[in-house]
């Protein structure tokens, strides 16, 4: 299975007049592309930890050409990955993207093999929080 | 009887009694907790598709070994690597539990206008040896997919960006190229490293 590691995150700031971010990510892990694939996944736990819902509506990547909000599910025995077209955190609580649910498609990366990834989160317009991980090698 | 007598006859019948239990226990036949076996297997249907080197696969490719088969496709970031890990995962533990035979895993794409022969194999070599990558015309793979009752959809998308929905279930394909149990998703190693030597043992 994927090796569980918790990866040294830097953080910016959401922009709020606050110094602490309001929108906080934990345990990102970006798997790295599988042979001949242009893709990736992208899992992490993002905790809003303000007064107000928090809503991401974009994902973007200077590694990735793309980067889209999906879904899988398991209905009535068919999987089936849907594309969000946001996710909600309310106030004070966290959600997580994992394998087999909420998750980041990563696609056409824009380098090769980049050492680190980094991730901006937006509401439309407004940037939430930017994240960068080292990409992890898929376990076999 | 004297007390003592009566003691050591309780004794003893409580003991006969555990031990009873015990062997009953253990000679109970195991049943497999997530895999539904069917009642009567059923054989593969005549098809013709293509493995990572282009050679064909059909019914006789699935003869004389066990398979553990998965319908999925290769621009699937999360379900399918999900699965053939899971899948990659109890084979590896099986094998360390000195499990003979072990069942092959076997990839058959959904997917066929973008999963080629390469593109698969390299997709299924990434979880491991041994492991099988099939694809081919949408023809031969729908007359698989009807025998089995495996169900897919392509979904609407911009060009080559689009999913397939697909059916979420892993078949075990017996030595006799027969459709045996079907292990239903969400899928987790610890059920088939339970489940497969018990099946396999009744076969």
Not at chain 1, 28 to 39: A, H, N
Not at chain 1, 49 to 61: F, G, K, L, P
């Amino acid at each position: 299975m994927r090796t569980g590691l918790t990866l040294l995150l830097v953080l910016v700031g959401a922009c709020s007049a606050d110094t602490e971010p309001a929108l906080v990510a934990s345990d990102v892990t970006i798997t790295q592309p599988m042979p001949g694939m242009g893709m990736s996944a992208g899992y992490l736990t993002l905790t809003n930890t303000s007064e107000e819902t928090i809503t991401i509506t974009r994902v973007s990547s200077p590694q990735y050409s793309s980067v889209e909000l999906h879904e899988s599910v398991i209905d009535d025995g068919v999987a089936r990955m849907r594309r969000l077209e946001k996710i909600e955190i309310p106030a004070g609580t966290n959600t997580t993207l994992a394998p087999g649910g909420k998750h980041l498609m990563l696609m056409r990366p824009t380098e090769v093999a980049a050492d680190a990834v980094s991730l901006q989160f937006y509401d439309g317009a407004t940037l939430l929080l930017t994240v960068t991980s080292s990409q992890l090698q898929d376990s076999r | 009887m004297s007390p003592r007598n009566i003691f050591v006859a309780v004794v003893l019948a409580v003991a006969l009694a555990a031990g009873l239990a015990v062997a009953t226990r253990l000679s109970a036949p195991a049943e497999p907790k997530a895999a539904l076996v069917l009642p009567r297997s059923n054989a593969l249907p005549e098809f013709e598709l293509l493995d990572a080197l282009g050679n064909t696969v059909s019914r006789e490719t699935f003869l004389d070994q066990w398979s553990l088969v998965f319908f999925g496709f290769t621009h699937c970031p999360d379900i399918c690597p999900l699965t053939l890990q899971t899948l990659a995962t109890a084979q590896r533990e099986l094998a360390a539990a000195g499990q003979q035979p072990l069942p092959q895993i076997v990839l058959i794409s959904v997917d066929p206008e973008r999963d080629t022969p390469q593109l698969i194999g390299q997709y299924v070599a990434h979880f491991g040896d041994g492991n099988l990558g099939v694809t081919g015309s949408l023809d031969e793979l729908k007359k698989l997919t009807s025998a089995l009752g495996i169900y897919y959809q392509k979904q609407p998308g911009d060009g080559e960006s689009y999913a397939v929905d697909h059916s979420a279930a892993v078949l075990l394909i017996n030595p006799n190229g027969e459709f045996h149990a079907l292990f239903s998703g969400p899928h987790v190693a610890a059920n088939y490293v339970h489940d497969l030597p018990i099946i396999m043992e009744n076969f």
